[in-house]
């Protein structure tokens, strides 16, 4: 009996050639093209063997997230779901990005290696907290940038979000400083900003589609969508040998 949630298998399974990834020279230079229907269409079609590893992973990054909630809350004293915002809950916000957010990276780094062929393990997750400061920061900078963007008259934080988007790929693949990912990130989305942001928008349908069939298809669309972002960055930049580290 056919599986008619299984995803479909096609040629584009196959590892990538390294002359198939993309390069910082080229991006610098403008030498790539953005297809948000056909990098989503590969991804669909790629998608096999991702769900396990992708679900996993995610599930240990839930753990972890109500763990240091219910754990930050009770050391700071702190009420669940307040929306009071003082010194105590400043600290509990820099102390959860510096622990979540290099397992959210780690997410996305799976989907990376599995881009490439590579297999994956939940445990991969963890790989990039030695990042952490460097991904704190270039948050940092990302949301004071973007909110100073959308109080002048909005359309330069909806730039700066679209244009920002490869900045925390570059951070872990390339070894950069926060204020050179955002910039490098800008200098390449410049070149195809439209491009990109008929992406972002092509995946929030996705999703919010996925969300509407009562949650299910969330199993399918997320790692999807993340795959998706892994593809566009591996042709775009390319992938360096020290990030597939196990």
Known sequence: MTDIYKAPEADLQSTPKSGDQGSLEGALAGNFEIKPIEIFKQSW??????????WLGALIVIVISIAFELIANLILGL????????????????????LIMPLGIGLYMIALRHSLGKSSKASHVFNYYDKAPALFLTSFLYYVLVALGLVLLIIPGIYLIVAFSFSYFLIVDKNMTPIEALKTSQKVVHKK???????????????VIAAMALLIGLIWALPMVTLAYGILYRDIFGVEEQTLRD
């Open 193 to 207: 900003w439209f491009n990109m942001a008929g992406f972002i928008l092509l995946a929030m349908i996705i999703t």
């Open 79 to 98: 009420e669940f779901g307040s929306e009071e915002f003082g010194l105590r809950e400043l600290i509990k916000q820099i102390l959860s990005t510096f």
């Open 45 to 54: 079609a790629t998608l096999e063997g991702l769900k396990t590893p992708f």
